[in-house]
C-alpha cells in the first residue's frame, strides 16, 4: 500500500474534520465540530502554517498540522491517524513532514498540546526533543503542553 502526503485544500476540509472527530471519540476525548471546522479552515490561510495529509489508496488516513503563532514560533496540531495507520510509521512521516516545514519556515520553537491517553503520540514527541512546558492556554481536550526548540536551515 502507497501512502502519499499531500497540502490540503478546502476541498478537504470536511473529510479532515470528520478524521480528527472520530479518532478524538476513539480516546474518548471532546471536540465541538463548529470550532474544529473554523480551526482547520485557518489553517489554509494562514502565512507559514499548513495542514497535510496522508492518503492511502484514496483514503484519508492521518492529518498534521503546523500553525504559525508569530515570535519565530509555531503549534503542531491536528496529528492524527485512523488506527489501521497506527505502527506503520505514517504517523512518523507526518510528524518529520511537518517539523521539516518549520524549520525551513525559520521557526525556533514548536508547540504542542497533548492528551496522556495518547502514549504512542507522546513518546514520538519524547523522542524529537519535545519537553513539558507550563500553560494557560492548553487544547479543551488536552491535558499536556510540550515545547521543542528547534535548529533552522537556511531559507
Not at 503542531?76 to 505502527?87: D, H, I, P, Q
Request: charged fraction near 30%.
Amino acid at each position: 500500500m502507497d501512502v502519499t502526503i499531500r497540502l490540503a485544500t478546502n476541498e478537504d476540509l470536511d473529510a479532515t474534520a470528520d478524521l480528527v472527530a472520530r479518532v478524538l471519540e476513539e480516546f474518548a476525548l471532546l471536540a465541538e465540530r463548529a470550532e474544529l471546522d473554523r480551526e482547520l479552515a485557518s489553517l489554509l490561510d494562514l502565512d507559514r502554517s499548513g495542514l497535510w495529509l496522508a492518503h492511502e489508496d484514496g483514503r484519508l488516513i492521518g492529518s498534521v498540522a503546523i500553525a504559525d503563532l508569530g515570535d519565530e514560533t509555531c503549534e503542531l496540531k491536528r496529528m492524527y491517524l485512523v488506527a489501521s495507520a497506527r505502527g506503520r510509521g505514517v504517523g512518523k512521516r507526518l510528524f518529520q513532514h511537518a517539523l521539516d516545514f518549520a524549520r525551513v519556515q525559520g521557526y525556533r520553537a514548536v508547540l504542542l498540546d497533548t492528551d496522556s491517553k495518547m502514549e504512542t503520540a507522546r513518546a514520538m514527541y519524547r523522542r524529537a526533543g519535545f519537553v513539558p512546558r507550563a500553560s494557560a492556554t492548553l487544547n479543551a481536550s488536552c491535558d499536556t503542553a510540550m515545547i521543542l526548540e528547534l535548529e533552522t536551515v537556511e531559507r
